[in-house]
């Protein structure tokens, strides 16, 4: 059965700052897609980022990029410039060809002022 | 993007007692998903909800406990049965787009319905 794993329950970053989600999973597929999602306060659910295991390009959407190492089988999040509305709980999560859609414990991440 | 929308946003319900969540979302998909998020937890699938046919329920879900109508492609309603206070989560409605600029599809969430049974 696929995994998903984020080792850091929470992490904190200061304004401005850079901080790096990292997300380890576990599938034997070789075609899937990865995802970074977003939970603030508010809960709801909002799509950061996501990731074709097939495309060796890193994604990228603004101030959020991927260090995706499909050997590995690693997919940590960038988070550059932070800001104080990225505060909230990032969810990584797989999906493969079969619709099984896994996520992740999260990482809670605080933005210092 | 998808745009979805949940009934009722919260609700606070007795013991014993039934809520139906509703969900709708402005275009047709073929399947919805319903979630359940503990306080504190990741989300994990209830069920998977194609019109026109049964739900297809995950391990530890059953359709008495959590029945689901899904009457067009457009609307979809979970039913949380004979409530306890461990049934207490936000429930998220959720949908798959084809992803704009690329293959594949992105699963897109509603704002979720905030239970807590008494």
Known sequence: ?113 | SAVISQKPSRDICQRGTSLTIQCQVDSQVTMMFWYRQQPGQSLTLIATANQGSEATYESGFVIDKFPISRPNLTFSTLTVSNMSPEDSSIYLCSVERRASGGQGKTQYFGPGTRLLVL
């Not at chain 1, 995994?3 to 929470?10: A, D, G, H, L, N």
């Not at chain 1, 996501?50 to 995706?68: D, G, I, L, P």
């Not at chain 1, 969810?91 to 414990?105: E, H, I, K, S």
Request: glycine share 4%.
């Open chain 1, 1 to 113: 059965a696929q995994t998903v794993t984020q080792s850091q329950p929470e992490m904190s970053v200061q304004e401005a700052e850079t901080v790096t989600l990292s997300c380890t999973y576990d599938t034997s597929e070789s075609d899937y897609y990865l995802f970074w999602y977003k939970q603030p306060p508010s809960r709801q659910m909002i799509l950061v980022i996501r990731q074709e295991a097939y495309k060796q390009q890193n994604a990228t959407e603004n101030r959020f990029s991927v260090n995706f190492q499909k050997a590995a089988k690693s997919f940590s999040l960038k988070i550059s410039d932070s800001q104080l509305g990225d505060a909230a709980m990032y969810f990584c999560a797989y999906r493969d060809y079969g619709q099984n859609f896994v996520f992740g414990p999260g990482t809670r991440l605080s933005v210092l002022p």
